[in-house]
């Protein structure tokens, strides 16, 4: 039951110090809606919706599975979905590959599908562009957490929803291009896994 080492690794450096008791509040929603799941013996299922389900919403998705599995937090299903659906953007699969994640793609498409792995025996996230609503996600009872400011102001309805949570991220499309890329993808991505390690550690089985 054990993580790939080099995401134990990277899991090891995360420092939950760094979140803001302000940020601990917008977290709390989302920490109350899966104890309550936990403690009624039900599915978790998290879909975490941006607008173009590109870059923030899958490093949501894959660190929320990851850090389930990691803290044993039982029957966790994570989604992600935007708005509209465009592409998995590649430095978001090369930034999970150096936090230890092995990544293939399975389909090569303008829309790619990639299978990506934390441990060896467990079933890999399947990544891929889709809207939130799209025929892969669930349809009912789950959470839709909101992680980009845009898709929560585009998307006044999420049809199936329980609850709408919204987690905003910075997006770090604005470094595309430029020298600071590689960093800043690496820099959000372990923002986000930090916030979601407080999260799942908060939950008692």
Not at 26 to 43: G, H, R, S, W
Not at 85 to 101: D, I, N, Y
Not at 174 to 180: A, I, K, M, V
Request: include cysteine; glycine fraction near 2%; proline fraction near 4%.
């Amino acid at each position: 039951m054990s993580l790939f080492k080099e995401i134990e690794n990277t899991i090891s450096t995360l420092n939950v110090e760094t979140i803001t008791d302000s940020r601990k509040d917008t977290l709390k929603p989302l920490i109350a809606f899966i104890q309550t799941k936990v403690d009624e013996d039900k599915d978790v299922r998290l879909n975490f919706i941006c607008t173009h389900n590109s870059r923030r919403s899958h490093l949501s998705q894959v660190w929320a599975q990851t850090l389930a599995y990691y803290f044993n937090v039982k029957n966790v299903f994570c989604y992600s979905g935007g708005t509209e659906s465009t592409a998995l953007f590649p430095m978001v699969a090369e930034t999970l590959k150096q936090s230890g994640f092995k990544i293939n793609i399975i389909s090569e498409t303008n829309n790619p599908i990639y299978s990506i792995k934390f441990a060896e025996n467990a079933h890999p996230v399947i990544g891929f562009s889709k809207k939130f609503d799209d025929a892969f996600n669930p349809a009912s009872a789950f959470a839709a957490i909101m992680t980009c400011s845009q898709a929560d102001a585009g998307c006044p309805f999420i049809a199936g929803a329980e609850k709408r949570i919204p987690i905003t991220f910075e997006d770090p499309k604005l470094f595309d291009n430029t020298p600071q890329q590689a960093e800043k993808y690496n820099e959000r991505s372990l923002q986000i896994a930090t916030e979601l390690f407080y999260v799942f550690s908060q939950i008692k089985s």
